[in-house]
């Protein structure tokens, strides 16, 4: 059984402000060493299930956020970006039977701790079919054309309750309780990392390889927080504007679906001017 964790950081135990997941400030020199204990205790958690093979595919940020040193000596680590599939790179290779979002978090436009969708402030919204997306979402719905089922998810509570539509039969962990964008109550380190293990050791026996699900084509939108942003996204072949600052695309399968996904945010981040977004 080999099971992939895709390790987020804004769901991570203790997170809650934007100083925590920024790379370069002590404060996320802190969080680090608390974003690897939920990850780690996911790893223990799938070996004492019986998984055989543990691959970490880091995915916050710069993708170079956990401590390796730390990390179960059995495990393997996907670290540093412009991975094909991003968040969920390493599902596409057929030898995965189950993925654990950790760390993850509500998304931009809903309410949860640092909500957001791939940018942290300049989206406002995304919907696959009319249906408002979290990342978790996005991500579910790639993975499941790869017959991979969703079996752990961590976050705050509201990343949990958000990830009963898109992983009803997942195990889910609230690390910590949503009291604002940047408050939470928290959970200590130790008694996460002990639930998180003992839901990762449940959760290794839903991991299961199904028959991929084609459930395309998907009209995915998004929604900015200004008009030129939105305007610089149409740069991409097949996204158009729906609204002023607001554009969307359709695409066959989410796998082309992320990947535009990718090229729009990544266009976006580009026309972001100082002060002014």
Not at 87 to 115: K, N, R, T, W
Not at 161 to 187: F, I
């Amino acid at each position: 059984m080999k099971i992939l964790i895709s390790a987020d950081m804004e769901g991570a135990t203790g997170v809650t402000w934007p100083a925590d997941v920024l790379p370069g400030t002590p404060q996320w020199e802190r969080c680090r060493g608390m974003f690897t204990s939920d990850v780690n205790a996911a790893v223990q958690g799938f070996f004492d299930g019986g998984a055989d093979e543990v691959l970490v595919n880091e995915a916050h940020w710069t993708m170079r956020n956990l401590l390796l040193e730390q990390l179960d000596e059995r495990v393997e680590m996907l670290t540093g970006r412009h991975k094909a599939l991003s968040m969920v790179e390493g599902v596409q290779h057929g030898d995965v039977d189950g993925i654990a979002f950790i760390g993850y978090h509500a998304g931009a436009g809903m309410e949860g701790v640092l909500a957001h969708t791939y940018l942290a402030n300049q989206i406002t919204g995304v919907w696959i079919d009319d249906v408002r997306a979290s990342e978790g979402l996005l991500n579910a719905h790639v993975v499941a054309e790869y017959g991979v089922p969703v079996v752990l998810v961590t976050g705050d509570d509201v990343a949990c309750e958000d990830a009963l539509g898109y992983a009803p039969e997942a195990l889910k962990v609230a690390v910590k309780d949503h009291v604002s964008r940047y408050a939470a109550v928290c959970r200590t380190p130790a008694r996460t990392a002990a639930a998180i293990r003992a839901a990762a050791k449940e959760a290794a026996r839903l991991a299961v390889r199904h028959e991929p699900v084609e459930a395309g084509p998907f009209t995915v939108a998004v929604e900015f927080d200004a008009e030129h942003l939105a305007m610089a996204a149409t740069v991409v072949p097949g996204v158009a504007r729906v609204g002023e600052r607001k554009v969307a695309y359709t695409s066959a399968t989410m796998y082309e679906g992320i990947r535009t996904f990718k090229a729009v945010t990544t266009i976006a981040s580009a026309a972001v001017e100082e002060q002014y977004g």
